[in-house]
């Protein structure tokens, strides 16, 4: 009880010792109607593509392979992945060289039942490091992808030609290696038990400081994770279920990825050129890696798995009918799963790395229909996403969306909480130039930012300048408050692992720190952002 007291007091103390940048935000002084008066629709500069696009939803929707497993003796599942260069054709005719896992974008999707452990050999054929992480997993530590626990190339030399060995590329670390970096050559294991609830997490790369050009590049896949109790729902299901990678990417005349990399081997330097330090979008819009597609679907009712892949981009969904009828999306999970009773919205907010899982009904809708899902915060092509045509009545539909979809959602409450931590998250200087902070600070791996003790419940009190997408390793959240203590917004139900800070907003989320200790990390998944600073460490104790 006297530990519950204390939340609030050392809540004051931090807040003060923020200092004056984060007092001014807080307080919604200047800072915050400056930028609350922009209301921009987007974080970052928009690269142009230079080669010829194709017109939209004239590509089929790819659906990514389902990875087979290599063994499955012993209770675990055993997978093996080469991260390699591939040549895929994105649009029509031209070639693209990606980054892949397992040869292609989006990579081999992960099939998982709850409780049943994932292990996932990775081989790196890339020319620079790798880490993976599995977003959304309960992973323990030594498998959850830190950024300085790499996968290094057999023969990488960092500083090779550029004559200073190999502390040159410690360079985004302001000159600091990681003691407690485990690194190994070629391989290496990780291992997920998928002890959590059912969802769609997503593995991607989370090298320090190369994250966004590396996911950017094509380094990223679905896990998704399944038990009985969801699949006796009778939710929709086989060819009715649809994972949906969205992501946006722009291509040069000879089909090539655009992207502003200082240093484009992505050995040395990090970060990009100027215009683009707040994010990097693109204007053509991929689905599961294809531009613009169209997928044929009959009269009945669909689930779609929605993850937004992109590095800074955020998108507003809706879904208009050739008649301009719009039809609802109906959510019934978020990032952590399914929601206590479906959700309806008109329009859906996704920001970098969130997801959300919704259910479509055609069936009233005229065959011969094409439904397009459409993006209210792009411009120009942006605007348009994917496209669904009906194609066929259903000779059947079964499925439904019951009253009731789990039980099992964490009820934490505010009175739960031993601690209210406040953290800022805006620009500021990094190395002498521009980076993005977490309470006034830019990443280190050699720093403790936050220490939890494992099963405590805190409140976590965000603060943010402009768009941040704030993400949690290892555990899943529920969102308190939007807005100086304010109701959280429709599309906020739910587990999640990440969180919308809209311009000059503060949010209020709860968690217990439960599954491993560890050091594990929070930080924005503006991937840019990330890559700038807006990372900090969590140790679990
Ligand atoms: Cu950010």
Same mark, same amino acid.
Request: proline share 6%; net charge positive; no cysteine.
């Given at each position: 009880m006297s530990e519950r007291l204390q939340g609030p007091r050392m809540d004051r103390r931090r807040l003060l010792a923020l200092g004056g940048a984060f007092g001014a935000?807080?307080?919604?002084? &200047?800072?915050?109607?400056?930028?609350?008066?922009? +209301? *921009?629709? =987007?974080?970052?500069?928009e690269l142009r593509s230079t080669a010829p696009l194709p017109p939209a939803y004239q590509v089929p929707l790819p659906l990514p392979r389902v990875l087979a497993p290599v063994a499955v003796s012993g209770g675990v599942d055993r997978y093996e992945i080469t991260q390699r260069e591939t040549v895929a054709e994105i649009l029509p005719g031209l070639r693209t060289p990606l980054w892949t896992y397992g040869g292609t974008f989006p990579g081999p999707t992960i099939e998982a039942r709850r409780g049943r452990p994932v292990t996932v050999t990775h081989r790196n054929e890339l020319p620079v490091p790798t880490v993976v992480h599995l977003h959304g997993g309960r992973t323990p530590a030594e498998s959850d992808g830190y950024p300085t626990d790499l996968v290094l190339p057999t023969d990488w030399s960092p500083g090779a030609g550029h004559g200073s060995g190999g502390t040159e590329s410690m360079e985004g670390m302001g000159g600091m =290696? @990681? *003691? +407690?970096?485990?690194?190994t050559t070629l391989t290496r294991d990780y291992t997920f038990p998928n002890d959590q609830r059912p969802t769609m997490l997503w593995y991607h790369d989370h090298r320090m400081?190369?994250?966004? *050009?590396?996911?950017? +590049?094509? &380094? =990223?896949? &679905?896990?998704i994770v399944r038990d009985d109790a969801e699949e006796a729902l009778g939710l929709p299901s086989g060819p009715r279920e649809l994972p949906l990678m969205i992501a946006d990417r722009a291509f040069a005349a000879d089909g090539s990825l655009l992207y502003p990399s200082l240093d484009p081997t992505l050995r040395e330097r990090p970060g990009v050129t100027e215009p683009y330090t707040a994010g990097v979008l693109a204007d053509v819009i991929l689905v599961n890696g294809a531009p613009w597609p169209v997928h044929e679907v009959d009269t009945a009712r669909h689930r779609l798995r929605l993850l937004n892949g992109s590095n800074a981009r955020h998108y507003e969904l809706e879904l208009v009918c050739d008649d301009g009828r719009r039809l609802d999306l109906i959510q019934i999970g978020a990032d952590q799963g399914l929601l206590t009773t479906a959700v309806t919205h008109r329009a859906l907010p996704i920001a970098p790395a969130e997801r959300y899982d919704v259910v479509v009904d055609f069936t009233d809708v005229p065959v011969g229909t094409l439904v397009r899902v459409r993006n209210r915060l792009g411009s120009g092509r942006t605007r348009d996403v994917?496209?669904?045509?009906?194609? +066929?009545?259903?000779?059947? @539909? @079964?499925?439904?969306? *019951?009253?009731? &979809?789990s039980t099992d959602l964490p009820g934490w409450n505010r009175e739960d909480a031993v601690r209210v931590r406040d953290l800022a998250f805006r620009a500021g200087q990094m190395n002498g130039g521009h980076g993005w902070l977490i309470g006034g600070r830019a990443f280190s791996p050699s720093r403790t930012d936050v220490t939890v003790n494992l099963d405590d419940v805190e409140v976590w009190r965000f603060v943010a300048d402009v768009h941040h997408p704030v993400h949690l390793h290892l555990v899943g959240f529920r969102v308190l408050s939007r807005g100086s203590g304010k109701p959280p917004l429709p599309h906020d139900a739910g587990l999640k692992d990440t969180v919308s800070l809209r311009p000059g907003e503060s949010v209020e989320i709860i968690t217990r720190f439960d599954g491993y200790r560890g050091r594990y990390l929070f930080h924005c998944h503006n991937a840019e952002h990330e890559d700038m600073g807006m990372m900090a460490n969590l140790e679990v104790v």
């Open positions: 935000l807080a307080a919604g002084g &200047l800072i915050t109607s400056t930028v609350l008066g922009r +209301r *921009p629709a =987007a974080t970052g500069g =290696a @990681d *003691p +407690r970096a485990v690194t400081d190369f994250t966004a *050009p590396a996911i950017w +590049r094509g &380094l =990223a896949g &679905l896990h994917l496209a669904f045509r009906v194609a +066929r009545r259903a000779t059947s @539909d @079964d499925s439904r969306v *019951p009253a009731i &979809l």
